[in-house]
């Protein structure tokens, strides 16, 4: 089914959420200017406070918006703001650490416009160390965290990403959102992303938000990113580790309810604890137990919040 679109506007809006990774946006503003060269395009970058240099030179290029935050409103209020300034029909969600391969842009357009029931799809993606990897992942569960941070290898699969279709778009319960693209109708139908989650998650429950609404997500095998990842989290502390956690017990209290969210939280807690008490004291040991406290305040006090002061 072929979408109608109105040739005034541009076709699709890339959205770039950035802080502190100039170089790597720039390599990522360079992938996207050579695929859009088949579609009409804007691309908008959302400087969520960065405190580091200044925008590469690549974002003074005609038909890239700039938009700027003082502080970093987290990776949820950043793509929000990029989507109220969009004029695309489908909105491109990229990561500043992530550069187009030939063609991605594409595909994905194609994925969406065979499949009147799909969302969004999203591009597998390639790592540094080597190999493709699916953006595809499982719904979390109450102990699958737990489980994951347990150290025993027949226990730790259920977040593993699912295997990479080789032809077509598969159907994933949920896909990351490095290099995602989704119809802006879809996106504010749901009222896009939950500003609650301010550095992961945001994506899972966007797509659970999604399904409920019996849209569908998933990957195509014929659009492909390099993903450098953790541009912008490498150097900033703690912060994003207890975020990660700050969001998976939201959601998991968001999807299954109190008592999931009570089981989450004792699991995750006793597992975090026996690995940050292990021996020997190691310097990786003694990180672990240096994040352990602020863990456990997270997980125990109502209304905890992470701090991101001087990420």
Known sequence: MTQVHDRTRPLVTVVIPYCNTPDRLASSLDSVAKECVECTCEVIVVDNGSTIGCLPR??????????????????????????????????????????????????LLAALDADAGLAATAALETWPEGGVVSPGRRFLGAFDQALGLSGIPWLRHARDPMTPPTSGVAEAPWVKAAALLIRASAFHAVGGFDEGFFFYEEDEDFCWRLRRRGWRVGVSSDAVVRHAGGGSATSAGDWPLLSLYAGQLRFVRRRMGMAASLAYRISVAAVASCKALARPIDAAASTRRSTLRPLLRLLWLPGAKVSTTGA
């Open 58 to 107: 690549a974002t003074q290029r005609g038909g890239v918006k700039i938009l700027r935050n003082a502080t970093n409103l987290g990776f949820a209020t950043a793509c929000n703001q990029g989507a109220a300034a969009a004029e695309g029909s489908f909105l491109f969600f990229l990561n500043s650490d992530a550069e187009l391969l030939g063609g991605c842009l594409p595909a």
